[in-house]
């Protein structure tokens, strides 16, 4: 079954921290800077610990460079 999760990234916070904003909605606070993808893949990491599944399962499907990214989970 598939999902989607809308997030709202902080990259280069001073600390790591995920808090669920709706059924499907996230805020994710990374300490990755925005350079080659790195806040991107902590923040698929972070994801994927908060909503308790594997990174492998959670594919960016939109956002790529802007601070709202749309995730899809494949459970």
């Not at 806040?39 to 956002?63: F, H, I, M």
């Amino acid at each position: 079954m598939k999902r989607y999760v809308t997030v709202k990234v902080h990259p280069r916070a001073k600390r790591q921290h995920v808090e669920k904003r709706g059924e499907n909605s996230y805020e994710v606070w990374t300490t990755a800077a925005p350079d080659r993808g790195e806040a991107n893949e902590a923040v698929r990491k972070l994801l994927a610990d908060a909503v308790g599944t594997s990174p492998s399962r959670l594919t960016l499907v939109r956002g790529a460079t802007a601070r709202v990214k749309l995730f899809e989970l494949v459970d």
